[in-house]
């Protein structure tokens, strides 16, 4: 087992600044290669509470700011401009960072791309509905449309 510190957040192992144990391929092969985790150390502590600091400025404070920014998501249909074929399908994929900047866009709260969780990859026009995890006890559901760009 290889312990780590996580520098980013990863579904279902934890959010950064955490330190896991994790299988030896796993952190070998997945997390240190992709930058999101390094190896722990006594000398890394340090580098814990920076890491849980930044973590704190840029998530939601309170359950209730982040109730209230739900309230308003969950209100509002996010509208995404791609570029499609005459068949509705898309030239590539509507990414979370394409969500996260429409949201943005709408005037809605900035939202991170890593806290956006699309069930299946967007590659036709329509409507969709993608989680948003704004507190460690609040998600919001979004209401996306996929409209062809103009």
Known sequence: M???ILTQEVTGLGAPGDVVD?????ARNY???RGLATGWSKGAEKDIASIRKARKSREIATVE???AARDSLQS???????????SGRLFG????????????AAGGPSL?????????PIKALGEYQVKVRLHADVAATLDVRVVPEA
């Open 76 to 86: 509002n249909v996010i509208v995404v401009a791609a570029r499609a074929g005459a």
């Open 22 to 26: 994790v299988k030896d391929g796993y």
């Open 112 to 120: 991170d791309k890593r806290k956006i969780e699309i069930d299946q």
């Open 31 to 33: 997390l240190v290669p």
């Open 93 to 104: 994929a509507v990414t979370t960072g394409d969500i996260a900047d429409a949201v943005s």
């Open 65 to 67: 700011g982040a109730s």
């Open 2 to 4: 290889a312990k780590l």
